[in-house]
């Protein structure tokens, strides 16, 4: 494919940043919007703390698995591959997949769930809403002309990349990507956008993160000894895994659907056919297992996109990823496999109880209590915040805002 220059394929508005900043008082190396927006969310605070929050099994307890830092730089790496081939700006691609998570509450998913919940009457709260409130106004970085706090002040095209759900909330329980009050610099991004469609780069970004985590998750519940793919050559227990995909992921597929992916998935070289041993050559199949998988996975949509969009560069808004059906079942297989062995486990399931518990007691204690208990920041939007739904939502941000450990350590704190 041609390459055109990126100026070319994207535009001023593109490379607009939400409040214009002056230049640098210090020297650097000459760099382009979209690499200096990388640069920012690497040195975020809130990117470090994803590797103390839960990915799938909880950060400390046991030192192969992925935390949410971990997981996020294996999808940055997929979404780079994967827009270099598409033409769109890598470093557009990266930098939303190294974001996608940082909205996340402690505890992963059961944090957002506890936390949408408490939230109900202001608005919910929902881990992709939270990543854009984060970078354009929780973490610190840079300040707007009214000296309030603006975050990252990333790039139009950037920020655009990172909204995973590019529409307000619709229905409870629903996903979507920004709160009511972070309308203004919502509306900014989203100009020009077709409504409720996702650019590129963000489709880019979310193909990354499913493929990662699908082939991931997998590997640590294999390691962990969890699961044992030998087990599916047996047709009762798959019947039962499948049971699981559907309930999770793909509530139409039929049974001889899921076969079909799961024997594609069996033919790929390495696929175990007896338990995991621990051995250095039964990890190096397995690393090198994922890896095919991984790039069977990515290969499938980008010839299918090519077909598509033949050889031109995709963009912003000109052009979509096309998925291909089997690609998105054998993708749920891999979900759903590790749905059904490790976040359906008894032990796991009761884990969760816990967290949850802990989340809401927590969340509660900060909003009855004294507000010195805040981070002196969140004690600043609480003071200015204008009636009790801001309060709420200064509560969330602050509890949204500690890892595993710091909410086990501040509930022990506040509750006594």
């Not at 109900?120 to 881990?127: I, L, N, Q, V």
């Not at 500690?402 to 509750?415: C, F, I, P, Q, Y």
């Amino acid at each position: 494919m041609e390459q055109t220059s990126w100026d070319e394929l994207y535009d001023d508005a593109s490379q607009e940043r939400w409040v214009e900043e002056p230049a640098k008082r210090v020297p650097a190396p000459e760099r382009t919007p979209f690499e200096r927006d990388r640069a920012r969310v690497v040195h975020s605070a809130a990117l470090r703390r994803l590797a103390a929050k839960t990915q799938v099994v909880g950060p400390g307890t046991d030192d192969f698995v992925r935390n949410r830092l971990t997981h996020s730089l294996e999808v940055a790496q997929v979404a780079r591959d994967v827009a270099h081939v598409l033409g769109c700006h890598p470093d557009l691609a990266e930098t939303a997949a190294l974001a996608h998570d940082l909205g996340h509450p402690p505890f992963g998913h059961n944090g957002e769930r506890v936390l949408d919940a408490l939230a109900a009457g202001a608005g919910g709260f929902e881990g992709n809403a939270q990543t854009l409130r984060i970078l354009t106004r929780l973490e610190a970085k840079s300040t707007g002309p009214d000296g309030r706090s603006i975050g990252l002040n990333l790039t139009r095209a950037t920020l655009d990349a990172c909204t995973k759900y590019p529409w307000p909330r619709d229905v409870p329980g629903g996903k979507f990507g920004v709160y009511a009050d972070d309308r203004p610099v919502f509306d900014w991004l989203r100009a020009g956008a077709p409504e409720r469609h996702r650019c590129v780069e963000a489709q880019v970004m979310d193909l990354a993160d499913d493929v990662a985590y699908s082939v991931h998750d997998l590997e640590d519940g294999i390691v962990a000894e969890r699961i044992d793919l030998a087990l599916l050559g047996d047709a009762d227990e798959r019947r039962a895994v499948w049971a699981t995909v559907r309930d999770w992921y793909l509530p139409e597929a039929a049974d001889d659907e899921l076969d079909a992916a799961h024997r594609r998935l069996a033919a790929v070289a390495g696929w175990p056919t007896s338990g995991y041993d621990g051995s250095r050559a039964a990890l190096a199949a397995l690393k090198n297992l994922t890896s095919d998988v991984i790039g069977i996975f990515c290969g499938s949509v980008q010839e299918a996109t090519r077909q598509s969009f033949g050889d031109r560069a995709l963009v912003r808004h000109e052009g979509d990823l096309v998925v291909p059906d089997h690609t998105w079942t054998e993708i749920a297989v891999l979900k759903g496999i590790a749905a059904h062995y490790v976040m359906q486990a008894a032990d796991r399931v009761a884990l969760m109880e816990r967290q949850a518990t802990l989340v809401a007691e927590l969340f509660e204690a900060l909003r009855d209590g004294d507000p010195q208990l805040l981070h002196r920041p969140f004690r600043d939007d609480l003071a200015s915040a204008a009636d009790d739904a801001a309060r709420v939502r200064v509560y969330l941000d602050q509890v949204a805002s500690l890892t595993d450990a710091s909410a086990v350590a501040w509930h022990r704190r506040v509750t006594g």
